[in-house]
């Protein structure tokens, strides 16, 4: 994610990918906006970064990995990023909080001077 042109770009392919995968309407909906939020983070406050796409299939599962990846300031301070509330941009402070109730799966990875990576998943519902 470099600008809002790439922004744009990853979240049309991330709804491609999730139609593909067939998630019900309401899956789409929250994955492709967790995946917005993420990859708005990773352009804002990662000063740009990655996204990385990889669909799962599992015990009979389909499901779609991301993972975005930045080389910017990192996170000091995880548990507080993750309060819902907290903001470091005058933000509502709701969006990695957000993203995490929006997915099956978060992992949040981060050293300060060194960036962040988050890892979300999720699953196609049999």
Do not use: C, Y
């Not at 770009?9 to 917005?36: C, G, I, N, P, Y």
């Not at 993750?82 to 509502?92: E, H, K, V």
Request: glycine share 12%; hydrophobic share 40%.
């Amino acid at each position: 994610m470099r600008n809002a042109e790439t922004l744009s770009a990853a979240r049309r392919a991330v709804l491609e990918w999730a139609t593909q995968v067939e998630f019900s309407l309401v899956d789409r909906t929250k994955f492709v906006t967790a995946a917005s939020e993420l990859a708005r983070n990773t352009w804002v406050h990662g000063q740009g970064g990655t996204m990385t796409m990889t669909e799962l299939e599992a015990d009979g599962r389909r499901g779609l990995r991301l993972v975005f990846e930045d080389s910017g300031a990192g996170i000091a301070d995880i548990p507080r990023a993750m309060t819902d509330g907290f903001s470091t941009a005058g933000s509502m402070g709701k969006g990695l909080g957000g993203a995490q109730r929006l997915v099956n799966e978060f992992k949040l990875e981060s050293t300060p001077g060194q960036g962040t990576i988050v890892t979300v998943l999720q699953w196609k519902r049999r």
